[in-house]
T-cell receptor, first 111, second 110 residues
Framework: QKEVEQDPGPLSVPEGAIVSLNCTYS??????FMWYRQYSRKGPELLMY??SSGNKEDGRFTAQVDKSSKYISLFIRDSQPSDSATYLC???????????WGAGTKLIIKP | DVKVTQSSRYLVKRTGEKVFLECVQD?????MFWYRQDPGLGLRLIYF???????EKGDIPEGYSVSREKKERFSLILESASTNQTSMYLC?????????FGPGTRLTVT
């Protein structure tokens, strides 16, 4: 079993929909949780960075961490075609530790 | 803005060739990383470096080596390229948890 599980998709939704992307993990020591966005033929870029449990909001994006269930989510409101990309979750025990990555979910927003 | 650059976007090499992938960052970060990315497998860590001349093996170091002679530059070397090393190679540098990535090098070994 992988330490971090992420459904590879693709997930296809109409423009304007609310998107929910998720990762589950097995290591209860993880405390730092990140979401990266990767456009085709580009490197990943950091979208959201949260520490421990709770929610964090940035514009149309909300990151949610539920440590009791070992489950993290990224919500995208009012989705746009420009949100079409692969979304990767990553997590670590400490900010100086290696990141453990999910496989990435390919998201397609249809106009 | 942090900038991480990689020497080539696309590279085609023959089996058995020695391949050099170069990565340069301009933010004086101490930590640098090399990953490969394959469909369905996500990012897998090949090597990382905490400082100049220091290197640590990641999860899949076999067939690879690295060099870090200067703080801003981290090189990945494929000693004798094989077809199973065809992949997207991503370099990253790190400041306080967040990793900044280069655009990637898509390497094809024929």
């Amino acid at each position: 079993q992988k330490e971090v599980e992420q459904d590879p998709g693709p997930l296809s939704v109409p423009e304007g929909a609310i998107v929910s992307l998720n990762c589950t993990y097995s290591n209860s020591a993880f405390q730092y949780f990140m979401w990266y966005r990767q456009y085709s033929r580009k490197g990943p870029e950091l979208l959201m960075y949260t520490y421990s449990s709770g929610n964090k909001e940035d514009g149309r994006f909300t990151a949610q961490v539920d440590k009791s269930s070992k489950y993290i989510s990224l919500f995208i409101r009012d989705s746009q075609p420009s949100d079409s990309a692969t979304y990767l979750c990553a997590m670590s025990q400490d900010s100086n530790y290696q990141l453990i990555w999910g496989a990435g979910t390919k998201l397609i927003i249809k106009p | 803005d942090v900038k991480v650059t990689q020497s080539s976007r696309y590279l085609v090499k023959r089996t058995g060739e020695k391949v050099f992938l170069e990565c340069v960052q301009d933010m004086d970060h101490e930590n640098m990383f090399w990953y490969r990315q394959d469909p369905g497998l996500g990012l897998r860590l090949i090597y990382f470096s905490y400082d100049v001349k220091m290197k640590e093996k990641g999860d899949i170091p076999e067939g690879y080596s690295v060099s870090r002679e200067k703080k801003e530059r981290f090189s990945l070397i494929l000693e004798s390229a094989s077809t199973n090393q065809t992949s997207m190679y991503l370099c990253a540098s790190r400041l306080s948890g967040e990793q900044y990535f280069g655009p990637g090098t898509r390497l094809t070994v024929t």
